[in-house]
T-cell receptor, first 113, second 112 residues
């Protein structure tokens, strides 16, 4: 158990819908990263937050947004969903930006039908 | 921009044989190099990390990796494969760009 909690573990929805994925980092970790893992794209970095502020952006679509709240949990919002958004979405945390390893949650598997 | 290349998306070895998974990084030496393992339906777990303290890094489950600056490589090895090693392995770099970049992964199959 990494200490990073992601909900929901599985989610099935239809095209055009909107979903929210939630991540609780390890106790004391200030930095949260979101990744998308799909069969054809591998593990893609989406976005990073540090203590409530956006720190870095990767290959995140405009239909996707994220935020980190004062209690340090983070949410990834995916809207106008397309079939190609079906993937595993991982959250990871570290104690501070760019120091040491990422601790990963078990992921949220999104299926868009 | 930094990138990570893992040679071989699938590797098969016999049980008891040497495991060698290849990883090359680009650009300048990153502060950190990592190997992660992902078992089915699970998140990524850290196997080992390089932080410039030593070029040969030992990790969990008998794995180790050697940092070779001249070859820009950080290959993962294990002397004797076990059935439980079957998983997907990811090489990653971390640096001052505030991004951790992962390779495309190598799926290891261990044959009985």
């Amino acid at each position: 158990d990494s200490g990073v909690t992601q909900t929901p573990k599985h989610l099935i929805t239809a095209t055009g819908q909107r979903v929210t994925l939630r991540c609780s980092p390890r106790s004391g970790d200030l930095s949260v990263y979101w990744y998308q893992q799909s069969l054809d794209q591998g593990l893609q970095f989406l976005i990073q937050y540090y203590n409530g502020e956006e720190r870095a952006k990767g290959n995140i679509l405009e239909r996707f947004s994220a935020q980190q709240f004062p209690d340090l949990h983070s949410e990834l919002n995916l809207s106008s969903l397309e079939l190609g958004d079906s993937a595993l979405y991982f959250c990871a945390s570290t104690p501070a930006a760019n120091t040491g390893e990422l601790f990963f949650g078990e992921g949220s598997r999104l299926t868009v039908l | 921009a930094q990138s990570v290349t893992q040679l071989g998306s699938h590797v098969s070895v016999s049980e008891g044989a040497l495991v060698l998974l290849r990883c090359n990084y680009s650009s300048s030496v990153p502060p950190y190099l990592f190997w992660y393992v992902q078992y089915p339906n699970q998140g990524l777990q850290l196997l080992l990390k390089y932080t410039s303290a030593a070029t040969l890094v030992k990790g969990i489950n008998g794995f180790e990796a050697e940092f070779k600056k001249s070859e820009t490589s950080f290959h993962l090895t294990k002397p004797s494969a076990h059935m439980s090693d079957a998983a997907e392995y990811f090489c990653a770099v971390g640096g001052k760009t505030y991004k951790y970049i992962f390779g495309t992964g190598t799926r290891l199959k261990v044959l009985a």
